[in-house]
């Protein structure tokens, strides 16, 4: 009998609020199957995405020091980490904030705040994986 | 585990975290409440301003991922407020409706 091969995605959550990413990473982890990497910041980011090679980033636009757009493009600029998908997380959702994010080529945008219960889902959908 | 499992597992993870969190969450009230205060008596300073709406805005954001969307959606309006501007009055009016809130969310 063949062996089934169970790829597990892997994700890099970056929030600086502690509740938002452990939810987040409980809501991903349990509900999505998906193991999870957490950033607390745009520069620890950087450095997790390098080493960790992560499927995909969630990424929240909002934070000191390296917001979520300069932290994009910190990662585009660097060539191990410029083909990983980033979903942006955040408060701004009028349509022209939307606009801008589509414009900085982001797979996607999901809204503050999330609900848990479709996280997953959201974020599985963005990014054209099986939930 | 049957989705319905899985999301009985999640729920309940969740609960653990707004329980521990909690505290931080409802210290992030006191520059609300102290900016309110100040905008009540027409004093107001421009850094317990910033600081208050930085408060707000993760009140907002903490509150509805915790399944208290009436307390995201307050702390939205008075994040609104705090940019364009708060009146005496608007403030009184956000003061009591902060009350009821921390009394929702047993402060």
Redesign the interface.
Known sequence: MGRVRVTTKRILIVDDEDDIREVAKLSLELMGAIEVIPASSGHEALEKARLELPDAILLDVMMPDMDGPATFHHLQAQAETRAIPVVLLTAKVQSSDRRQFADLGVQGVIAKPFDPMQLAEQVCALLGWRA | MSDEA??R???A??AG?WLR?RP??LARFTAVEQALAAARDGALEEGLREQALHEA??L???????GFPEG?DLA?ELEKSLRQGLGAAAAARFIERLGDLKTLLGA
Do not use: D, N, R, Y
Request: charged letters at 20%.
């Open positions: 899985k999301q597992a999640t729920e993870a969740i975290v969190m931080t969450v805005h993760k907002a954001g903490s509150l509805g991922m915790f995201s939205k």
